[in-house]
């Protein structure tokens, strides 16, 4: 906890970004009867019943000190998913930079082995090398603020019958674009100083 807390008090700097990294899924739900549209004076009905047509994936990335977001949809998220999300994280979105600073949960995903299940060796290195990952703890991915835009975007875009994975991902694409046009920054508050008072229970006693 404290090493993300003393990551996120680092001032903004263009070769050494700070960049969470999240993903969730999303269950897909197709109408199976034409909504009602809505009428001077009424809402839009629709009906209870629903079909399942699978899931989704959306990665998050997020530099909070930059206010910028990059998702993603896939069908699932995979080693070899997230390999390739970093790589395009790494090459499309922060080439200039010369070391990367992920922050991430421990997902048996996120590691950097994952890239050689994705590519070959001398790429999977050449992309490995750009970063570095620093990991919340157990129990602690409420430290990555990834997390948070997740939840923004599920009560802002998600909050409503999907039914198809094309027709999210240009609902999630709008929603990115929106909030990256206003440049929502993360005010982080939280210290390591008020981690060690609100959080003490955790730290183990020492005895003098």
């Not at 269950?27 to 809505?38: G, H, S």
């Not at 490995?128 to 409420?142: L, M, N, Q």
């Amino acid at each position: 906890m404290e090493e993300v807390l003393d990551i996120y008090k680092r001032p903004y700097n263009p070769k050494y970004p700070v960049v969470c990294v999240d993903e969730s899924s999303k269950q897909l739900t197709k109408e199976v009867r034409e909504t009602l549209p809505m009428q001077p004076g009424q809402v839009q009905k629709y009906d209870t019943e629903y079909e399942r047509n699978g899931t989704a994936s959306i990665f998050m990335g997020f530099e909070p000190l930059q206010g910028q977001r990059y998702t993603k949809i896939t069908e699932q998220r995979t080693q070899i998913d997230w390999a390739i999300y970093i790589k395009d994280l790494v090459d499309n979105h922060y080439s200039g930079a010369e070391k990367i600073i992920f922050v991430m949960d421990n997902l048996n995903t996120h590691h950097k082995s994952s890239l050689y299940e994705a590519f070959e060796p001398v790429e999977a290195k050449r992309i490995a090398d750009r970063f570095e990952i620093h990991y919340t703890p157990k129990h602690g991915s409420w430290l990555n603020m990834a997390e948070i835009e997740l939840s923004h975007l599920n009560r802002q875009c998600l909050d409503r019958r999907i039914g198809e994975r094309s027709d999210m991902a240009v609902e999630v694409e709008a929603w990115t674009r929106a909030r990256n046009d206003k440049k929502v920054i993360a005010d982080w508050q939280f210290t390591t100083a008020d981690g060690r008072i609100k959080l003490r229970r955790l730290y183990p006693s020492i005895l003098s």
